[in-house]
């Protein structure tokens, strides 16, 4: 599996930006989402979606990001970001879990996509 991010950019505070990511597997994947790595801190969790549309969201972004999937494409995901802050400013990574049963052992696997940077500016 293999996720191809786009849409990362520099825009003012109070701005908004779209993350696209799409994910080449032919079956529709369990979970998509995106993390997020600021300078000189831990990834974080930003938002996530499930195959069935139930979505996540750290309470940072709340009532400002919205995250969907696009049912036609499968396995599209975006990150619709608005009233951005200084403080969202990280290289933004997406995310995909795939589970599978094998042998009747329940197994996770976890796909990264490349980072892109979003800036926001003050």
């Known amino acids: 599996v293999q996720l191809q991010a786009s849409g990362g950019g520099t825009v003012q505070a109070g701005g908004s930006l779209r993350l696209s990511c799409a994910a080449s597997?032919?079956?529709?994947?369990?979970?998509m989402g995106w993390y997020r790595q600021a300078p000189g801190k831990e990834r974080e969790a930003v938002a996530n979606?499930?195959?069935?549309?139930?979505?996540?969201y750290a309470d940072s972004v709340k009532g400002r990001f919205t995250i969907s999937r696009d049912n036609a494409k499968k396995n599209t995901v975006y990150l619709q970001m608005n009233s951005l802050k200084s403080e969202d400013t990280a290289v933004y990574y997406c995310?995909?879990?795939?589970?599978?049963?094998?042998?009747?052992?329940?197994?996770?696997?976890?796909?990264w996509g490349q980072g892109t940077l979003v800036t926001v500016s003050s």
């Open positions: 597997w032919f079956l529709s994947l369990d979970v």
């Open positions: 995310w995909a879990l795939r589970k599978v049963v094998s042998g009747g052992t329940p197994l996770d696997y976890d796909y």
């Open positions: 979606i499930t195959s069935g549309g139930t979505t996540e």
